[in-house]
């Protein structure tokens, strides 16, 4: 039996005396692309806090990969090999979009702390660092900063800086939210494209990208995982039908 | 500094350093060589010194504050410190004979600030923002306290003096003379300046922007903001050590006021003028400051307020500092457009300037008719001298003041409309040819 690359046990978080999080057990297997969907204020965004080290949960366990990641800080969940994106953007805005992504490849190529090396001087950090640009069609704007940019490329770039790191479990929290369509089409062939052989889990409100990409889905509602399983297994859940999915669907007609 | 030629370099390939990089410090280290034969006088090499040091010292604090997004108010300890540490050295070598020529003190003196950085960086890094601020601050009083209680090392209120002449003598030098100082401070502070620059292009240095910018991001690509602080903390606390040094071979002696709090409050205030957001930002800053306080000084007894109101004004209106101002310029005069602002520009600020100068000389009188001997009623401006308690030179004064700044006023808007046009992509020069 292979080890899945993300398990989750009991995992529960209370802020304050209200539950957000409500005993999730959720089993992630090696080159899935897994999607969580579930209304507003569901505790998706809080699922993504717990699993990356960002909050401290109250109760249960993270593994990746088999490892329980208990009392670890996001940079070493990172340097184990997940990588993850948020729901509200979070870039370098000072610094040039060029820069922003050339500093996430900078722990993945293995320079750590030099201080010793150039960075400028790397063919595989300048032509890394360029290539994903490429890819999230930001060439044009490589020297601007980041902040400058629209909304949509600023989440572009955000998906960017996920993924250029090639980390093996990739989180991407909502990443066609506020996207046209066109800019949807191109972001799900792109995310298809990179998470080749890897684990993604994703939430997502699109139902057309979470049908398109998923090979499973899993429901959550107020703290709970109420459905999971093959897309057409979890469309076909009358539990699922009423707590969200007959409204959401209905939504995108 | 040159950051858009490095990366098209590297993209197509070029040599190793491009020229673009390259010729600022050519142009540095030729400059620093020819200086003293323009302003050979001892007075001049005394201030050039004192620049050069300040460079130094406000360049490792740019690497807190511009670079690493950590605001110290206690960083003149570590230049301190190493200074005192150099001067004990010093005296080591007088009494011992000891073979060592005097042009590498200064790196035991950064050897000194790295030790001490390395020690308060491991706590003080968990943070940045305010708990930084208030530790850096902490230090900084607790440092500045033990100058009056260990007299061993700190030589309690008369200070630490030492004689730089008993060293080894370097190719035939003993550092008698002023001017050979000035070529072993000018040699470490075109190393230091490049080192640090260099340490801006590393991994390390890049993240130190990334953690500026944004913690929380950089920690969810693998790096610990904690660590990557405390790197940056070592490294100015290294460069801070390295302006010990120069200082201690320059002044042959430290006091306590070296590591007081108004210490760290300056080179803040210079690193701020210069521009924290450049490289070199707080050159132009400890260029600009070391001028502005030799001449006023000289000039007047209240300079003080000068370069505060200076600092006030730089805050409000010029957070880049004066490299912000500069590179401002930059996108116009790629376009070749600077022309189109010097009209503009000379009909704003010389009015400016000519209220200013009211406004001075306004501060001067008052400061003469209040603290002047009872009688003293002559003083000296801008090379007129006069009677400060007849009427004239307040109505002159009043006059300059309000005429000039009106004036300044009525230009502002041409300006502000030329600047805009300067700086659009496609604009004419005037109105007039773009209707
Ligand atoms: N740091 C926090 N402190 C207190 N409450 C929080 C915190 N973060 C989230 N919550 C609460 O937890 C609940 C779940 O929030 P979360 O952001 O996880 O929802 P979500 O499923 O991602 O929703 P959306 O689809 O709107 O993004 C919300 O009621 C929110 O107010
Ligand atoms: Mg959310």
């Known amino acids: 039996m292979t080890v899945p690359a993300l398990q989750l046990e009991g995992l529960r978080k209370s802020f304050g005396k209200t539950e957000i999080i409500r005993g999730v057990d959720l089993s992630i297997g090696r080159s899935e692309r897994h999607a969580i969907i579930g209304p507003n204020g569901a505790g998706k965004s809080t699922l993504f806090n717990l699993i990356t080290g960002r909050f401290p949960q109250t109760s249960g366990k993270v593994r990746l990969h088999g490892h329980d990641l208990a009392g670890m800080a996001p940079f070493e969940i990172n340097r184990r090999g997940l990588s993850r994106s948020f729901q509200i953007t979070n870039i370098f805005s000072n610094m040039t979009v060029f820069e922003n992504v050339r500093c996430s490849l900078l722990w993945s190529q293995g320079y750590k702390y030099s201080f010793w090396n150039m960075v400028s001087r790397s063919r595989e950090l300048t032509e890394g660092a360029m290539e994903i640009l490429e890819q999230i069609n930001l060439t044009s704007r490589a020297q601007l900063p980041a902040g400058v940019l629209s909304y949509a490329e600023q989440r572009a770039l955000e998906i960017g800086i996920t993924i250029a790191g090639g980390a093996d479990v990739i989180m991407l929290d909502e990443p066609t939210a506020g996207m046209s369509h066109s800019e949807t089409d191109y972001i799900v062939e792109l995310i298809r494209k990179v998470t080749e052989n890897k684990t993604l889990i994703m939430v997502e409100h699109d139902m057309g990208v979470v049908f398109g990409l998923a090979d499973y889905i899993s429901v959550l509602v107020y703290g709970e995982i109420i459905a999971t399983g093959r897309p057409e297994e979890v469309r076909a859940n009358p539990k699922v039908q009423e707590a969200y999915l007959g409204a959401a669907l209905e939504a995108e007609h | ?435």
Request: glycine fraction near 12%; charge should be neutral.
């Open chain 2, 1 to 435: 500094m040159t950051d858009t030629y490095q990366k098209t370099a590297t993209v197509t390939k070029a040599p190793v350093f491009s020229m673009a990089q390259v010729a600022p410090w050519v142009i540095a280290v030729i400059f620093l060589m020819v200086l003293p034969i323009a302003f050979g006088s001892n007075s001049a090499i005394t201030i050039m010194n004192q620049m050069m040091i300040t460079i130094v010292f406000a360049l490792s604090y740019n690497m807190l504050l511009g670079q690493g997004g950590m605001l110290s108010f206690g960083h003149a300890v570590y230049m301190g410190v190493g200074g005192f540490f150099c001067m004990h050295l010093m005296n080591i070598v007088e009494a011992n004979e000891l073979p060592i020529p005097l042009p590498v003190l200064p790196i035991f003196g950064g050897l000194f600030g790295l030790g001490l950085a390395t020690i308060v960086g491991s706590f003080s890094t968990r943070k940045a923002g305010t708990v930084f601020a208030m530790i850096s601050l902490g230090i900084g009083e607790l440092i500045a306290a033990c100058s009056v209680i260990i007299v061993a090392f700190f030589g309690g209120e008369e200070g630490m003096p030492g004689d730089r002449t008993y060293f080894l003598p370097f190719f035939g030098t003993e550092f008698l003379r002023q001017i050979e100082v000035y070529y072993l401070i000018a040699f470490w502070t075109v190393l230091s300046a490049l080192l640090m620059y260099l340490f801006s292009r590393t991994p390390v240095g890049r993240m130190a922007n990334a953690v500026r910018d944004n913690p929380e991001r950089a920690e969810f690509l693998g790096y610990s903001a904690r660590w990557v602080r405390f790197f940056s903390f070592c490294g100015a606390g290294f460069f801070a050590g390295i302006a010990g040094g120069l200082f201690a071979i320059n002044y042959e002696i430290l006091t306590e006021t070296n590591l007081s709090t108004t210490q760290s409050g300056i080179i803040l205030l210079i690193t701020f003028l210069g521009g924290v957001g450049f490289f070199f930002g707080p050159i132009l800053g400890a260029i600009a400051f070391t001028l502005l306080q030799s001449v006023l000084s000289l000039q007047s007894e209240i300079w003080q307020l000068y370069l505060g109101a200076l600092f006030l004004a730089t805050v409000m209106f010029f957070p880049g500092g004066l490299a912000g101002v500069l590179m401002m310029h930059v996108p116009a005069a790629r376009m070749g457009r600077l022309g189109w602002l010097v009209g503009p520009y000379l009909r704003t600020i010389l009015p400016a300037l000519i209220g200013i100068a009211g406004l001075a000389a306004l501060m001067e009188l008052l400061f003469h008719v209040r603290h002047s001997a009872t009688g003293d009623t002559d003083m000296t401006l801008f090379w007129v001298t006069f009677d400060s308690h007849s009427i004239l030179p307040w109505i002159v004064a009043i006059v300059a003041t309000v005429g000039g700044i009106w004036l300044a006023r009525q230009g502002a808007p041409k300006l502000r409309e030329t600047w805009h046009r300067a700086n659009t992509p496609g604009a004419a020069k005037t109105t007039g040819g773009a209707a």
